[in-house]
Structures are given as structure tokens and as C-alpha cells.
């Protein structure tokens, strides 16, 4: 609790800073921790990539999908929710990856 009442007794710009400095720390552990994670990956994958991705680029996609062997699938005029913004899409890709498995 007295972190969090210092934090709001700092001046506004100065809690901007505070927060990004540690959105930027955070961001690189992640980064770290999610590489350590795609190299466990032992199943089957399929990576589906919004073109128009503004919170990750497709360098990270197609990095993602070389680390675990998975082939990448980028559709066109589709943020970082492909799933949500183009849900029949998503479905059919996932579909036609399963199908392939299958066979």
C-alpha cells in the first residue's frame, strides 16, 4: 500500500516516466520468457499473423513460426486480434492445418 500512495504522490510526469521505464522492462522479460516458451513447443502448430499488426510486427511472426517449425499464415488487413477481426478466416485456416494433420 505505501508503494502504490508514493506512486500517486509523484507528479504526473514523473509517473509516466516511472511507468515507462518498467512497460519497457516488462517488455523485455516477456520477450525473454516467450522465446524459452516457443522453443518447448513439441505439437503441431499453426501461426496465424495479422498483416496490419501494429503491436507486433510480422518479423515477429515469422520468428515465432520458425521457432517451433510451424507454418505462418498472414492475413491481409487484419490487426493483432486476427482471430476476432476475421473469426470464418481464422476458422478455416485452423481447419485446413487440422485437416492436413489428419491425413
Known amino acids: 500500500m ?17 511507468f515507462d521505464a518498467h512497460l519497457d ?4 522479460l516477456d520477450a525473454i520468457f516467450l522465446r ?3 522453443e518447448r513447443v513439441r505439437v503441431p502448430a499453426l501461426v496465424i499473423w495479422g ?3 501494429t503491436a507486433l510486427p510480422i518479423a515477429d511472426g515469422i520468428n515465432y513460426a520458425r521457432r ?8 491481409a488487413d487484419t490487426g493483432n486480434l486476427a482471430i476476432a477481426e476475421r473469426p470464418a478466416e481464422c476458422a478455416r485456416l485452423i481447419d485446413a492445418f487440422v485437416a492436413g494433420l489428419e491425413t
Open 68 to 75: 517451433i517449425g510451424a507454418p505462418l499464415r498472414v492475413l
Open 2 to 18: 505505501r508503494f502504490k500512495q508514493r506512486l500517486v504522490d509523484l507528479p504526473l510526469v514523473d509517473r509516466d516516466r516511472f
Open 51 to 53: 498483416a496490419r499488426d
Open 25 to 28: 522492462y516488462f517488455l523485455a
Open 36 to 38: 524459452q516458451l516457443l
